[in-house]
């Protein structure tokens, strides 16, 4: 399996970016699907996740704003983030879990969002 994440970049606060994550070498429907991310110095968080039925969940930190969604016949799972703010800066990481479980199997290798104020 592997997965490929694109999007990131460097903007000002308030701005949106897109975060795309390719996902190959599986089946990917019956699985959850999901962003993390870690700042420097601090740990991964989960930042959304999406379940194969597209139940979401998002950190508080992103209600609102962040957006995740997923094309199954693409295998790919998005990440619209409107309003970025200085501390959404980090490495951003899509995941996905073991299928029909919430345990996460496999990452990416992540993509850089800097978001200046």
């Known amino acids: 399996v592997q997965l490929q994440a694109s999007g990131g970049g460097l903007v000002r606060a308030g701005d949106s970016l897109r975060l795309s994550c390719a996902a190959s070498?599986?089946?990917?429907?019956?699985?959850?699907m999901g962003w993390f991310r870690q700042a420097p110095g601090k740990e991964r968080e989960l930042v959304a996740r999406?379940?194969?039925?597209?139940?979401?969940y998002y950190a508080d930190s992103v209600k609102g704003r962040f957006t995740i969604s997923r094309d199954n016949a693409k295998n790919a799972v998005l990440l619209q983030m409107n309003s970025l703010k200085p501390e959404d800066t980090a490495v951003y990481y899509c995941?996905?879990?073991?299928?029909?479980?919430?345990?996460?199997?496999?990452w990416g290798r992540g993509t850089e969002v800097t978001v200046s104020s």
């Open positions: 070498g599986g089946t990917f429907s019956n699985r959850r």
């Open positions: 999406i379940t194969p039925g597209g139940s979401t």
């Open positions: 995941a996905v879990a073991i299928a029909y479980s919430n345990q996460w199997q496999y």
